[in-house]
């Protein structure tokens, strides 16, 4: 049944995973740093999420569940707080390409100086680029 419904077992392990990052509704003004605790609070609460990025790197099954986030969340919310609606695409690409790229970094391939962060330091490095990517201005 599971290859007739998934195609294998990592469509399967892909379709189970429940990714909901809960994506803040705070003030625009704090909104980067908020993004960045609530996906760093996901990830350190979540085997889960780490097995779904190891399947998600060779799996299209996966790699298409991981995708709900950006799509299904984080598209309407840098709609939401962006300055031109019709880039938020590529803003929501921007932001999930960062905190994905720490998620690899951190928990998958574990990079010594990554883990060595506190999540709160990761906050005060990253917010203020995911507050950029959502906010700012268009280059």
């Known amino acids: 049944m599971v290859m007739r419904y998934y195609g294998n077992k990592a469509g399967l392990f892909a379709a189970?995973?429940?990714?909901?990052?809960?994506?803040?509704?705070?003030?625009?003004?704090?909104?980067?740093?908020?993004?960045?605790?609530?996906?760093?609070?996901?990830?350190?609460?979540?085997?889960?999420?780490?097995?779904?990025?190891?399947?998600?790197?060779?799996?299209?099954?996966?790699?298409?569940?991981m995708q709900t986030v950006p799509r299904d969340q984080l598209i309407p919310l840098a709609r939401g707080v962006g300055p031109e609606p019709e880039e938020a695409p590529a803003r929501a690409a921007l932001c999930a390409s960062t905190v994905l790229g720490l998620a690899l970094t951190r928990y998958v391939l574990r990079f010594r100086a990554g883990v060595a962060l506190g999540c709160e330091e990761i906050v005060d490095w990253l917010g203020p680029t995911i507050q950029r990517y959502l906010t700012a201005p268009t280059p």
């Not at 509704?25 to 704090?30: I, L, S």
């Not at 399947?55 to 099954?61: E, L, N, Q, R, S």
């Open 16 to 65: 189970a995973v429940s990714i909901d990052p809960g994506l803040p509704v705070e003030p625009r003004e704090e909104i980067g740093r908020t993004l960045v605790r609530q996906f760093l609070t996901l990830w350190e609460e979540s085997g889960e999420l780490t097995a779904l990025i190891r399947v998600g790197a060779t799996d299209p099954a996966a790699a298409e569940r």
